[in-house]
């Protein structure tokens, strides 16, 4: 008898503890996108938040009113900028679901990276497995509160979109915080983020009138921006930009254009690639060695050519393998031009020779801007599609 009053007595207990630190859920608000913005005149930086409106997300009931609620105020650091914000809201700001944050153009320009991040990696209550973007050309409340056509929270429309353009053209990829953030601490490899931009802004862009209208505005990924010790420096655009997923064995698929006459061109979609990277040091200067391999189909042709003959199919391999040699060249000229190896080349000579990485670390980009590159490609052609013969033309 004794023992089971024991027992009841923790159970209780147990069921006490568990409780301690329940909220009500109409008493919080649920932040589910972030923006750091940087005020140069006063010398503090912007916080945004964006808050769901409970009320427009109900579906049963019917939807009231906007689904995001956004909030802005400044302060001297991140922190007390998001403390100020209280002074806006009634509710205690839940931020575990926080699915996106938007770092301000300016920001990333003037002020280094390395101590932005640092609240939110410090901070146990906010995630840094998060899509991290910069606003490009823009400020960060008109690219964060944007109201899509197609989706009900801006920060889902554009996690979707950086999900989807990774996916099928290759010139971005999906770049999370703890990944700016490892790239950041690295002495071999310096990071990129995507950039995104507001385009056909209106009057109308962050009001329900904007589903109203055939042409609404909406935010476009456009670009990856180049990050040297914590600034930004530059951007990569088009082609030169799938570059970095080349290297990096993280491009799921993309296309390359062939020219096949004067005005003319042909699309080759790659399906698969892989890349194999050397590195060694000699005479002081690095030399890297890219071994490229592609599977490739054609899927559009606007010449008259006859795929049913082993020398065109072999024609059609060369010219997509100097497409794809061209794109990484570009690129990795382009991050040279920067000084900013962005491709982790330093990290893989450390795995390669750690002795000799050591002599370079502490000037890393300055020896990439020397590297001499050498790029084989290898690409084949295992499908033309479902005709072998173009349209007479």
């Given at each position: 008898m004794k023992r089971k009053f024991i027992i009841l007595i923790l159970i209780t207990s147990l069921l006490l503890v568990s409780c301690s630190n329940y909220k009500e859920l109409n008493s919080v608000s649920i932040v589910v996108a972030m923006g750091v913005d940087y005020l140069p005149k006063d010398n503090q930086y912007n916080m945004i938040l964006q808050i769901i409106n409970p009320s427009a997300i109900a579906t049963q009931t019917g939807s009231i009113g906007t689904p995001i609620i956004s909030l802005q105020d400044k302060g001297r650091?991140?922190?007390?900028?998001?403390r100020n914000i209280t002074r806006s809201v009634s509710r205690s700001n839940i931020y575990s679901h926080v699915a996106l944050v938007v770092i301000g153009e300016k920001l990333a320009k003037e002020k280094t990276l390395n101590y932005i991040f640092d609240v939110f990696e410090r901070d146990s209550k906010i995630r840094v497995n998060i899509?991290?973007?910069?606003?490009?050309?823009?400020?960060?409340?008109?690219?964060?509160n944007n109201l899509p056509a197609l989706d009900k929270l801006p920060a889902k429309s554009i996690v979707g979109k950086i999900k989807n353009t990774?996916?099928?053209l290759g010139e971005n990829q999906e770049i999370q915080m703890r990944q700016v953030i490892s790239a950041l601490s690295s002495s071999g490899r310096e990071p990129v983020i995507n950039g995104a931009t507001l385009e056909d802004e209106s009057d109308t862009s962050e009001t329900l009138d904007n589903f109203s209208k055939v042409k609404s505005s909406y935010n476009m990924i456009n670009g990856l921006g180049v990050i040297k010790k914590g600034r930004l420096v530059g951007w990569l655009d088009g082609p030169p930009a799938k570059s970095v997923q080349m290297i990096d064995n993280v491009i799921k698929e993309?296309?390359?254009?062939?020219?096949?006459?004067?005005?003319e061109f042909d699309s080759m979609e790659i399906t698969r690639m892989k890349t194999a990277t050397k590195i060694k040091m000699k005479g002081g200067i690095p030399i890297i060695h890219l071994n490229v391999k592609a599977i490739a189909i054609i899927d559009e042709v606007l010449c008259n050519d006859n795929f049913?003959?082993?020398?065109?199919?072999?024609k059609y391999e060369v010219l997509s393998e100097n497409a794809v040699?061209?794109?990484?060249?570009?690129g990795i000229k382009e991050a040279q031009g920067y000084g900013a190896d962005i491709f982790g080349f330093g990290e893989k000579l450390h795995l390669a020779n750690p002795k000799s990485f050591k002599k370079y670390e502490k000037n890393w980009n300055d020896e990439f801007k020397k590297a001499k590159v050498k790029i084989d490609v290898d690409v084949q052609i295992n499908n033309v599609g479902m005709r072998k013969k173009a349209y007479p033309f």
């Open positions: 650091t991140i922190s007390e900028a998001a899509p991290v973007i910069i606003a490009r050309d823009d400020s960060v409340y008109k690219v964060l990774s996916s099928l993309t296309n390359v254009q062939i020219k096949c006459s004067k005005n049913d003959q082993a020398k065109t199919l072999k040699k061209q794109t990484i060249e570009k």
